[in-house]
């Protein structure tokens, strides 16, 4: 019986998976955030130097494997810097970097869609730079940007799963060692596929609600 049976353990050991997995996923969600806007505005202010290396780099990142990413980091760059790397670091900085060149795009698409006649009208009338993107540009662009961005975050749900390669006890990892334990692998990969079934779910139900209210709030009717 010691490989047919499921304890409470189990059960335990499964929640700290799915924490380990929603918070790795909000966490480099934030920073992809952070980062992959403000590689955006470089390019809206047309910052010399700075726009076309962040464009560069995005590029890199989107089109290459993210699986040789976390490679690259995990095994590489401590021996390049000489320093350590945890399994968790690793994933926190491959998985932010992966999800901010995809954000770029995704901004730069957005802020690109606003019509070149309002830009121009702000202007006649005086208004700067910043004040056309925070009053004209961004509601705008954020209603546009909130569909591919929620598309983009359920496929970054399902790129977590990765990170079990290189030791961290997410919620794939916690499913692999469930299998091995109990051998009951129908089970344990179908509870696993639900868990990040309904996850997905949420972040596209949550990113829908929130589409419809900003493009409710900012009377635009783009899409």
């Not at 995005?58 to 000489?82: D, I, M, R, T």
């Not at 795009?105 to 925070?134: M, N, P």
Request: glycine share 8%; hydrophobic share 55%.
């Amino acid at each position: 019986m010691r490989y047919t049976d499921f304890t409470p353990h189990d059960l335990l050991l499964l929640l700290q998976g799915l924490g380990v997995s929603v918070a790795l996923f909000a966490t480099t969600t934030i920073i992809g955030l952070l980062i992959g806007l403000t590689w955006a505005m470089l390019r809206y202010y047309r910052t010399l130097l700075l726009a076309p290396l962040a464009g560069a780099l995005a590029e890199l990142l989107k089109n290459s494997p993210v699986l040789v990413q976390l490679f690259l980091v995990f095994f590489g760059l401590p021996v390049l810097l000489e320093t350590d790397l945890t399994p968790v670091q690793a994933a926190l900085i491959t998985l932010s970097g992966n999800t901010a060149a995809f954000i770029y795009v995704i901004a730069v698409s957005a802020i690109e869609s606003v019509g070149r006649d309002q830009l121009e009208t702000a202007r006649v009338f005086g208004l700067s730079r910043w004040q056309t993107l925070r009053r004209i540009v961004a509601p705008q662009a954020a209603a546009f940007g909130l569909g591919p961005l929620a598309g983009l975050l359920v496929n970054q749900l399902q790129v977590t799963s990765l990170i079990s390669v290189i030791g961290v006890i997410d919620l794939t990892k916690v499913g692999a060692i469930l299998n091995l334990r109990t051998l009951k692998p129908f089970i344990v990969w179908t509870v696993i596929g639900v868990l990040y079934y309904l996850m997905a779910r949420l972040i596209a139900r949550v990113c829908a609600r929130a589409e419809t209210r900003l493009r409710a709030h900012s009377q635009w009717k783009g899409l």
